[in-house]
């Protein structure tokens, strides 16, 4: 399965950021494939990283995995076709991993300004922060 690619308006408008942050964006879903190459164990996860983060040499960046089972949580971010995705499904908060940013090249979709609203909501509850 090829790759997506950003829209082209998106990719234009990287041009002035800076070469570390222009990879990543906070709300970007990229498909991670599995170290084995197993296409069948591949990855939905969104980009949860604060920006000042992506826009660092840091190498690494903070995601949230996507699975097709809801479970009703609070931090918990439902989303589907709408962001890039087949089926509905959900972003588990409670869950947070650290990528290569490398491991982070199947673009999926973005998530818009209301699922961007949820997804800060749903960390604050998965951390604990008032």
């Known amino acids: 399965m090829a790759s997506k690619r950003r829209p082209p308006a998106t990719r234009a408008a990287e041009a002035s950021v800076p ?3 222009a990879q990543l964006r906070r709300g970007e879903l990229y498909r ?3 170290p084995s190459g197993d296409a069948k164990r591949s990855r939905v996860v969104v980009v949860v990283s604060r920006s000042a983060h992506l826009a660092s040499r840091f190498s690494t960046a903070i995601c ?3 699975y097709s ?3 009703g949580l609070s931090s918990e971010v ?9 089926h509905a499904s959900a972003i588990l908060c409670d869950v947070l991993t650290s990528f290569a940013r490398g491991q982070l090249t199947d673009y999926v979709g973005t ?3 209301a699922k961007l609203a949820a997804l800060r909501t749903a ?3 998965a951390l604990e922060i008032e």
């Open 64 to 66: 949230a995995p996507v």
């Open 32 to 34: 991670v494939r599995h």
């Open 19 to 21: 070469r570390w942050g």
């Open 78 to 86: 439902e989303v589907g076709p709408a962001e890039g995705l087949k």
């Open 123 to 125: 960390l604050r509850i």
């Open 69 to 71: 089972q809801r479970g």
């Open 111 to 113: 998530l818009g300004p």
